[in-house]
């Protein structure tokens, strides 16, 4: 069992940044693949990147590729999206999530866990 809360969300201009922080609970966390999704009011939830448990293995959508940066911290049990030069179009509620093997996926119903979400509000 895997908990995730996430946080660092808020309100930010266009080219700015913002660090999201997603702590996790639980014995398996470790040797979890992590992933950052995001839904958008009207939209579908969208694949961000995932990171697999060793760190070795990084996805990114084209959409944030270059922009945004995943990390993982085993040793605190954390794992950050660094997003920068954001625009518009990043604002949605970002979730982390995480699934119990080793293998990165960019289908959210790949993943057994998530957190609650937290908002990202870019000004234009």
């Known amino acids: 069992q895997v908990q995730l809360v996430e946080s660092g969300g808020g309100l930010v201009q266009a080219g700015g940044s913002l660090r999201l922080s997603c702590a996790a609970s639980?014995?398996?966390?470790?040797?979890?693949?992590i992933g950052w999704f995001r839904q958008a009011p009207g939209k579908e939830r969208e694949f961000i990147t995932t990171?697999?448990?060793?760190?070795?293995?990084?996805d990114y959508a084209d959409s944030v590729k270059g922009r945004f940066t995943i990390a993982r911290d085993n040793a605190k049990n954390m794992v950050y999206l660094q997003m920068d030069s954001l625009k518009h179009e990043d604002t949605a509620v970002y979730y982390c999530?995480?699934?119990?093997?080793?293998?990165?996926?960019?289908?959210?119903?790949?993943?057994?866990?998530w957190g609650q979400g937290t908002q990202v509000t870019v000004s234009s």
């Open positions: 999530a995480a699934r119990s093997t080793l293998f990165i996926s960019r289908r959210g119903s790949d993943y057994d866990y």
């Open positions: 639980g014995r398996t966390f470790t040797t979890s693949t």
């Open positions: 990171m697999s448990w060793t760190g070795d293995m990084t």
